[in-house]
């Protein structure tokens, strides 16, 4: 985790001692602050110091758990109870660390963590100066630099920040759970391969249209996928008792057929290619174009354009052009 200032050994929590009172144990603070920041603050935090690179559980009281890879919503779900239950039920260790934000992350020896906002800690001084040793659980000794449970501000905001790990393990509510984004170089490789079966897939699809345009001045909207085999096949629409059925209502069959598919991980990319006008490219001029919609399971989505002129018998195409996709087949994967 990167972005930590260096931890001075004078910070609390390095030593402590505890001792429990008689019926209650584990012992817990008799404060519980009514002001705290919002869960997706906490959230935002914990994305930004660990770099956006692990999945996250947040509870009620924004107590955050950094969870192990892989983990389904299931198992995610228990580890981070078991995570507090494990603070709770043994000793509540801190390491508070200043951040490069200039934030406190108060950490423990579970991957769990509360997230105190300097400035709205700031804001709520006064009560936290008041409360803040009625922020220590029963009979606990905090020894400091200071003496035993003497702090100065530093102390008070990681106190009250921790008293939130107290309430939610007392009353665990996961809130939210947090799935980080692949690495950019995970998401270049995956389209990168995206783009190139879906080139193969173009190739293979345009033929037909211009075929036909050729042959008969237009064509209906087809389409074509590639299997999970590689294989490419042609996919035709019809509806029926409609002989004469409009562009638009067989795209949205095709679509819809393809998005059903889709969810079954049967096919790897789809092609709908149907008859288009479009504005050409650094100009206010329209023309028709052959568009080839092209959408692959690994989030690559374009839309080529292929312009083209019909003057009496002659057929002539423009050139090429790409716009960016909407991957909506894909998009439930």
């Known amino acids: 985790m990167k972005k ?3 931890l001075l050994a004078t910070l609390i929590g390095l030593n402590s001692q505890a001792a429990e009172s008689e019926g209650q144990f584990p012992p817990v603070p008799k404060w519980q602050p009514d002001f705290s920041i919002s869960v997706d603050q906490v959230l935002e935090r914990m994305v930004y110091y660990f770099d956006d690179g692990k999945d996250i559980v947040v509870f009620e009281n924004g107590t955050a758990v950094v969870l192990s890879d892989s983990l389904n919503d299931a198992e995610a779900k228990e580890f981070a109870l078991k995570t507090l239950s494990d603070i709770y039920n043994y000793h509540p260790d801190m390491n508070p660390i200043n951040m490069d934000d200039g934030n406190i992350l108060v950490q423990y020896n579970h991957p769990a963590f509360n997230v105190v906002i300097n400035s709205f800690a700031n804001n709520h001084m006064v009560t936290i100066k008041k409360r803040h040793l009625d922020a220590l659980a029963t009979s606990e000794v905090l020894i400091t630099s200071l003496g035993n449970n003497v702090f100065d501000e ?6 009250y920040g921790r008293t939130f790990m107290f309430m939610d393990v007392q009353n665990p509510k996961i809130v939210k759970i947090y799935r980080h984004k692949p690495s950019s170089k995970t998401v270049s ?8 079966e879906s080139q193969k897939l173009f190739d293979s699809a345009l033929p037909f249209a211009k075929n036909m345009l050729a042959e008969n001045g237009e ?5 074509e996928v590639m299997m999970q085999n590689n294989e490419i096949v042609s996919i035709g629409a019809q509806i029926e008792d409609d002989d004469q059925p409009s562009s638009s209502e067989l795209i949205a069959l095709l679509k819809s057929s393809f998005i059903k ?6 096919y790897k990319a789809t092609a709908i290619i149907y008859d288009a006008i479009v504005k050409l490219p650094n100009s206010n001029k329209k023309s028709d174009a052959i568009a080839v919609d092209l959408n692959h399971e690994k989030g690559y989505s374009v839309t080529v354009f292929v312009p083209y002129t019909i003057n009496k018998d002659t057929l002539e195409f423009g050139e090429m052009f790409v716009n960016k996709g909407q991957s909506t087949i894909f998009a439930d994967m």
């Open 219 to 223: 064509f209906f909207p087809y389409g």
């Open 4 to 6: 930590l200032f260096t």
């Open 189 to 196: 490789n995956s389209l990168e391969n995206g783009k190139e």
């Open 154 to 159: 530093f102390g008070m905001k990681v106190l």
């Open 261 to 266: 598919a889709g969810k079954t991980n049967e």
